[in-house]
């Protein structure tokens, strides 16, 4: 799976116009909603949520993959913003973040979510990678 293929440009926003977590999320869950990939808004952010209120999806090393599995969603989707400052997201590492991708996935298709999770954490732990992104 090509991250590429399931991200919209209508689905990336740089920079966020917040430097709050829950914020932040939800200028992505909007972007989604915009492009009219989200069947029911509530239902998203709720799955969305719920995850984050289990544990942090703040990664560690500077970025942060909220996500979640509803049926508001009928295949994978995923939104990406950049921070103009570091934001507290939790993270693992205690570091704050400044790249955070969402991805919401149905409850049926565990695969591709997976291979996204492990895509976005393989592309991001490449150093000359993750440099280009976060770059101004």
Do not use: W
Request: charged share 25%; proline share 7%.
């Amino acid at each position: 799976m090509r991250l590429a293929d399931i991200l919209d440009i209508k689905c990336v926003k740089v920079p966020l116009d917040t430097l709050d977590k829950n914020q932040a999320i939800t200028e992505l869950i909007d972007l989604l909603d915009r492009a009219d990939l989200l069947d029911d808004y509530d239902i998203a952010f709720k799955a969305v949520m719920q995850r984050e209120s289990v544990r942090s999806t703040g990664v560690g090393q500077g970025f942060a993959i909220p996500h979640g599995k509803s049926s508001a969603v009928d295949n994978l989707v995923m939104a990406v913003g950049k921070t103009s400052e570091p934001i507290d997201f939790e993270s693992i590492d205690k570091k704050p973040v400044d790249i955070i991708f969402l991805l919401i996935s149905p409850p049926d298709k565990t695969g591709p979510h997976i291979q996204a999770l492990a895509g976005i954490s393989r592309l991001m732990i490449d150093l000359p990678t993750r440099s280009r992104i976060v770059e101004p």
